[in-house]
């Protein structure tokens, strides 16, 4: 792989700079080693920062600044790195080290889940459906976050499904990467006793519905669901996230780590 020692200045805001590309770098390395073959001549700094450039302006993939790699290889390395899941592995691992820098466990003990419908396009009419309660045509972004506010897991699905079936599919997958949660807030679009019994019988975990609060009216910051409005809130500053341009649910999930993996690193 071809290692950039040198000092690379800084074009555009996005750009990752000598010292987040020293915490990338092994990263990378680590998920997507190159041990056949002749050596790696693609500059993986500059892939990534075309990816980056992208997933903040939001512009078309044959729109990138010719100052970066080809967008062809660049959008290779992004559908590679998509398929393999290498941009969750990433957003893991940043959140990690985060964690460890402010004194806190690796792992959670204790997340928020919630989901966000966003308008669609021609390119994403493949799962794609129409959320009544918002009034929105196009997906659905389930995330879980911890109590930081950093990214656990996403999935991309039709807006029309209710979040509390596709609860479960959200849940799973956290699961599979991490066993730690021990408790998870929802609002209310997560009621049901047979959604409460299915999350402690299947995870040991406790599902907790957080209600506003009686006799109050108009807006007010609910205990710990506040957390994952204001994770969507930054995620939201990417501007390729304003509206779902991806093919592939599996792609808008690859841009939603892009954005939580550069807030990370910052």
């Known amino acids: 792989m071809t290692t950039d020692t040198t000092h690379t200045p800084v074009r555009y805001p996005s750009d990752l700079s000598n010292d987040e590309w020293a915490i990338v770098e092994p990263i990378l390395n680590e998920l997507d080693p190159y041990t056949t073959g002749r050596p790696r001549e693609s500059n993986l700094r500059e892939i990534l920062n075309g990816i980056f450039y992208l997933n903040k302006t939001g512009c078309p993939w044959r729109y990138l600044p010719k100052d970066f790699p080809s967008y062809h290889l660049v959008n290779y390395y992004y559908n590679k790195w998509t398929h393999r899941g290498i941009l969750e592995q990433v957003n893991v691992a940043l959140r990690v080290r ?84 021990k408790i998870i807030w929802a609002d209310c679009g997560y009621s049901g006793r047979e959604l409460f019994d299915w999350v402690l019988a299947e995870f040991n975990c406790i599902l907790e519905v957080v209600k506003r609060q009686k006799g109050k009216k108009g807006f007010h910051v609910l205990p710990r669901r506040w957390v994952v409005e204001r994770t969507f809130a930054w995620l939201g500053r990417s501007r390729r996230l304003s509206k779902d341009h991806e093919r592939e649910p599996r792609s808008s999930e690859s841009q939603v780590y892009l954005a939580s993996s550069r807030l990370l690193l910052r």
Not at 98 to 104: C, D, N, P
Not at 172 to 179: M, N, R, S, T
């Open 98 to 181: 985060l964690r460890q820098q402010k004194g806190r466990d690796p792992d959670p003990s204790g997340a928020i889940i919630d989901s966000q419908s966003v308008k669609g396009t021609p390119e994403s009419s493949i799962e794609s459906g129409f959320d009544g309660g918002k009034l929105v045509k196009g997906r659905k972004w389930h995330i879980v976050v911890d109590t930081v506010g950093c990214l656990l897991v996403v999935c991309v699905h039709a807006a029309n499904i209710f979040d509390g079936k596709a609860a479960r599919q959200v849940l799973e997958h956290l699961f599979v990467i991490l066993q730690s949660v």
